[in-house]
C-alpha cells in the first residue's frame, strides 16, 4: 500500500488498466492488432506467457501483440534476459535496444506490466503472471520495441545542457564547497532512459510543447549548479505556460524512476525558484 | 519525414497501469471540475434567496428530495476530497513531502479524511436537523 | 519538414506563467477556511426558514465572507478551467473555449454579489 522506493512492485493490483477499450482514441495506423502465439519449446519446464508489442515497419501492417510461451529454466534472471532468449531462439526478428545490461545506460526502458521501468533490472519473479510488454509511451514506434527519441532529445538539448559562465576558466578547476557538489546529487544520475517523460500523462497529452520530467529535472541540475552563471536566463527560457507549467504534480515520473531519481521534487524546486526570482 | 508520419504511436492511456499518484491527480481535477458545477448551483441558490422566500423554498424543497440529497452528499464529496487533495498540492509547493514513501502516506490521508469528513459532515448534519 | 530541435524551440518560452500559477495557489490558500466556514455555515443553517437564511446572511460577517467567497472561488475556477482547457484542446475550439469559460466563471461571479448584497442590503 504504501511505496517505499520505486523498485518496489505492488502485491496487489486493483486495476490493470483504465477501463477503456484497448484503442481507446488511437490513429488507425497505430491500432493494436492480436498478433499470434510463439507456442513453449518440447519439453519445457517452467512456462510463463509474454504478451510483447511488434511492429515491422517494413509489412505496412498495423502493429499487434505476439504471445511467447517462455521456458524460465532457460534464461536467465530478469526481463532483458527473456527478450534475449526469444530473439536468439524462437524470433530473431523481435528487436530492443540494448548495452549495459547492469541499468547504467537506459537503452532497454521500456513499459513492464504497465509501468516503464528498464528490463535488465526487472526480475522475472515481479512479473504477473501474463506480462505484457510495450515500448515506452506516445513515442513513435521505430520496429518492435524501439521508440523514437529524437523529440525528447531535441527537447532536452533545448535547455543547453552546459555549463554558461562569463566568467573566464580558471587555471585549474572552478571550485566548489562540498555543500554545492550535494547540490547535484539526484540530479546529475539521470542516464536519460526516458521512463518518467513517457510516463507523464500530462507529456501524453502536451508532447509537442511541454519538457517533460527528465528534461526538467536536467534543467534543474543546471540551475542549481553552484557554477552556472546564467540560472537568470535559464528561468526566463524555462517560465512557460507550456515548458514547465504543463506539470500539475502527477508524480507518476518519481514512482516510476528506475534509479530512484525525483523529477517531480526537482520540477516544484524550479516553481519555487520561479516565485523567489520576483518577491 | 514521411516515415516518421507513418509511424505508429506506442500506446499509452490504454496500457498504463493505474497508481495512486495519476488515479488521485484525476480525482483532484474531475472534483475540481464537478465543482464549479456546483459553484453555479451555489449562485442560483443566492440569486433564488435574493429573488424571495417563494423561489427559495422552491430550491429547498429540490434539495431536501432524495434526488437533491444524493447531489449534495456527491457535492461535500468532491469539495473534501478536493479539499484535502489541494492541502497536498500545497504542501508539495513548499518543497515538502517529495519522497515515494511520503507522496503514498499522504495520498491515502487525503482518501480516507475526505471520506471521513464526508460521513462527520452528513452525521453532524442530520443530527441538527431533528 | 522542420529540423527537430526547431520543432520542440516553437515559438520560444512564453517569459510568464508564474503569475498565473500564484494567484491560484493564492485564492487556493484563501479558499481553505472561506469554504470551511461556508460547509459549516451550511451544517448549522440545515433546515431553517427564509427569513433564518436571510438574518444570518445579513450579519455583516457573513455578508464580507460570503462576498470574498464568491471572488475566490471564482478566481480560483477560471485558472483551474484555463489549465484544463490548455491541456485537452488544442484545435481551434480551445480559444473559443477559453473565452466562454472565462466570461462564464466572471458573470456568475458578478450575478452572486449582486444577489448576496440584494440580500444584505435589501429589507
Known amino acids: 500500500m504504501i511505496i517505499r522506493s520505486s523498485d518496489q512492485v505492488p502485491r496487489t493490483t486493483l486495476l490493470k488498466r483504465f477501463p477503456l477499450p484497448r484503442n481507446f482514441g488511437v490513429s488507425r495506423q497505430s491500432r493494436i492488432e492480436r ?52 530473439k536468439s531462439k524462437v524470433d530473431s526478428t523481435l528487436t530492443f535496444r540494448r548495452s549495459c545490461r547492469e541499468g547504467v545506460c537506459g537503452s532497454c526502458a521500456m513499459n513492464i506490466d504497465g509501468t516503464n521501468w528498464l528490463a535488465c533490472t526487472r526480475f522475472v519473479s515481479e512479473t504477473r503472471d501474463r506480462a505484457t510488454i510495450y ?93 552556472d552563471e546564467a540560472t537568470g536566463e535559464r528561468l526566463d527560457d524555462l517560465e512557460d505556460p507550456f515548458r514547465l507549467y504543463r506539470c500539475h504534480t502527477i508524480l507518476n515520473c518519481t514512482r516510476t524512476c528506475p534509479k530512484g531519481l525525483n523529477p517531480g521534487k526537482a520540477i516544484a524546486g524550479i516553481k519555487k525558484m520561479m516565485i523567489e526570482r520576483r518577491s | 519525414m514521411s516515415k516518421s508520419s507513418a509511424r505508429p504511436l506506442s500506446p499509452h492511456l490504454q496500457i498504463y497501469r493505474p497508481q495512486l499518484t495519476s488515479v488521485l491527480s484525476f480525482a483532484h481535477r474531475l472534483t475540481g471540475v464537478t465543482l464549479g458545477i456546483y459553484a453555479i448551483a451555489l449562485v442560483a441558490w443566492l440569486m433564488a434567496a435574493a429573488a424571495g422566500s417563494q423561489p427559495y423554498s422552491i430550491v429547498q424543497n429540490f434539495m431536501q428530495s432524495l434526488f437533491g440529497q444524493v447531489l449534495l452528499v456527491g457535492g461535500i464529496f468532491c469539495f473534501f476530497l478536493h479539499l484535502c487533495g489541494g492541502i497536498r498540492h500545497l504542501l508539495w509547493d513548499t518543497g515538502r513531502g517529495f519522497e515515494l514513501r511520503a507522496i503514498y502516506a499522504s495520498g491515502w490521508i487525503v482518501v480516507a479524511a475526505s471520506t471521513l469528513l464526508t460521513v462527520a459532515a452528513w452525521i453532524v448534519s442530520s443530527i441538527l436537523a431533528r | 519538414m522542420r529540423s527537430p530541435l526547431g520543432r520542440a524551440r516553437g515559438l520560444g518560452s512564453a517569459r510568464e506563467g508564474v503569475e498565473s500559477w500564484w494567484l491560484e495557489r493564492v485564492m487556493a490558500v484563501a479558499l481553505v477556511p472561506l469554504t470551511l466556514w461556508f460547509a459549516a455555515s451550511l451544517i448549522a443553517l440545515g433546515r431553517s426558514d427564509y427569513a433564518t437564511f436571510i438574518a444570518w446572511l445579513k450579519t455583516p460577517l457573513a455578508a464580507l465572507l460570503m462576498v470574498l467567497l464568491l471572488i475566490a472561488l471564482f478566481t480560483h475556477l477560471a485558472l483551474g478551467l484555463r489549465v484544463v482547457i490548455e491541456d485537452y484542446v488544442h484545435s481551434g475550439a480551445k480559444i473559443p473555449a477559453l473565452l466562454a469559460a472565462r466570461f462564464a466563471c466572471f458573470a456568475l461571479g458578478i450575478a452572486g454579489i449582486l444577489a448576496t448584497l440584494r440580500i444584505v442590503l435589501g429589507d
Open chain 1, 135 to 227: 515500448p515506452l509511451n506516445n513515442m513513435p514506434v521505430i520496429k518492435d520495441l524501439v521508440p523514437d527519441l529524437t523529440h525528447v532529445f531535441a527537447q532536452y538539448s533545448l535547455i543547453e545542457p552546459w555549463l554558461k559562465s562569463k566568467t573566464p576558466a580558471p587555471e585549474t578547476e572552478r571550485l566548489q564547497s562540498p555543500e554545492e557538489r550535494r547540490q547535484l546529487d539526484g540530479n546529475w544520475e539521470c542516464i536519460l532512459c526516458f521512463c518518467c517523460t513517457s510516463g507523464c500523462p500530462s507529456h501524453w497529452w502536451n508532447a509537442d510543447r511541454f519538457l517533460g520530467p527528465a528534461v526538467l529535472l536536467q534543467a534543474w541540475r543546471w540551475l542549481v549548479d553552484s557554477r
Open chain 1, 35 to 86: 498478433g499470434r502465439t510463439w507456442p513453449a519449446p518440447a519439453g519445457a519446464t517452467r512456462v510463463k506467457t509474454f504478451e510483447i508489442y511488434r511492429y515491422d515497419p517494413d509489412s505496412g501492417k498495423n502493429p499487434r501483440l505476439d504471445s511467447f510461451e517462455v521456458d524460465l529454466d532457460e534464461c536467465g534472471l530478469m526481463v532483458l534476459d527473456v527478450l534475449i532468449w526469444i
